[in-house]
């Protein structure tokens, strides 16, 4: 297993709408294992493929305490959305920030599990964001996109600034 580099916003790599995965093999079983490790050194809850400048359609995630709960899509989507919710989020690609956002308050996504198999995930609360995250970032949208544009280019410069700053 390997832990990756994870890019910082406002990388433009961090914009580009990720490729399906076209088969669960062992590559992308090891992905998965080495994007879990990445996570938990980091340390994060949830993690997109495209946060590590790998163009695939997979998220990992994991809220427990413990560490023990695991939660792998490949190609995940998300087929429903029901209520509203506003909760503070942070990102391991915008590292130091946190911000109120408004999701759904219920979702349900759906993909492929670590071996190719349908799964199909309810959720709500802590899960149900993570998942809207973690699926935005497949998309080429970050949490930073729901904030207003004084907010955003606040943090736009904070993030450039302390990348100057560890040059």
Known sequence: ???HHILHYPDPRLRFKA?????????IRMLIDDM?????????????APQINISKRLIVIDISEKRNEPLALVNPEITLREGSQKSDEGCLSVPGISEGVER???VVARGLDRDGGALEVEAEGLLAV?????????DGKLFVDYLTEMKR??????MEKARRQAM
């Open 104 to 106: 759904a308050a219920r």
């Open 19 to 27: 490729a399906p995965v076209a088969r669960v093999d062992d590559e």
């Open 36 to 48: 879990f490790e990445t996570m938990y050194a980091a340390p994060g809850i949830g993690l997109a």
């Open 153 to 158: 280019k606040r943090i736009r410069k904070k």
């Open 130 to 138: 993570c998942l809207q995250h973690e699926i935005d970032h497949l």
């Open 1 to 3: 297993m390997a832990i």
